[in-house]
């Protein structure tokens, strides 16, 4: 149980890093360290490592335009939040959530994709916690200290 609650959380951070920056010059690419995670977590043979790394690839390029956006408009949120501009802070919201939607529907079809090619033991050690890569973080979809809800 242990276990699937640092694999889960690991790849909903990584996931949701993999898809919304670039690394920082010097790094290594987020998706790369997530790749690196599945493979050793789940045992991974070299057709999934491929398509773990295309689907993630994929991923990143249709979500490029909208998370450079989206850092963009939480730094103007931040400003607007020191300064208490409080229509500047409606605004900045309404926008920032307008532009989350299709990540997140890209994050949840990747993490379909990346489901989907998993076998039946690897689904199995997953568990439910998969639907963590469509929420981007720890805690959502899953109570702290617990494990994830029943379906």
Do not use: C, W
Not at 51 to 78: E, F, M
Not at 103 to 132: F, H, M, P
């Amino acid at each position: 149980m242990k276990l699937r609650l640092v694999l889960v959380s690991a790849i909903a951070v990584m996931m949701t890093a993999a898809l919304s920056a670039q690394p920082p010059a010097g790094r290594r690419d987020p998706g790369q360290r997530l790749e690196n995670i599945l493979t050793r977590s789940l045992n991974l043979n070299s057709t999934q490592q491929n398509q773990v790394h295309t689907i993630l690839a994929d991923a990143q390029v249709q979500s490029q335009g909208s998370a450079a956006q989206l850092r963009t408009l939480r730094s103007s949120l931040i400003d607007a939040i020191k300064t208490n501009n409080t229509a500047l802070i409606d605004s900045l919201t309404l926008q920032i959530s307008q532009l989350e939607q299709p990540l997140e529907a890209i994050r949840s079809k990747a993490a379909a994709q990346i489901y989907a090619i998993l076998t039946a033991d690897q689904q199995t050690k997953v568990g439910n916690g998969l639907g963590l890569l469509m929420g981007g973080g720890f805690g959502r979809g899953m109570r702290r200290g617990g494990p994830p809800p029943k379906q």
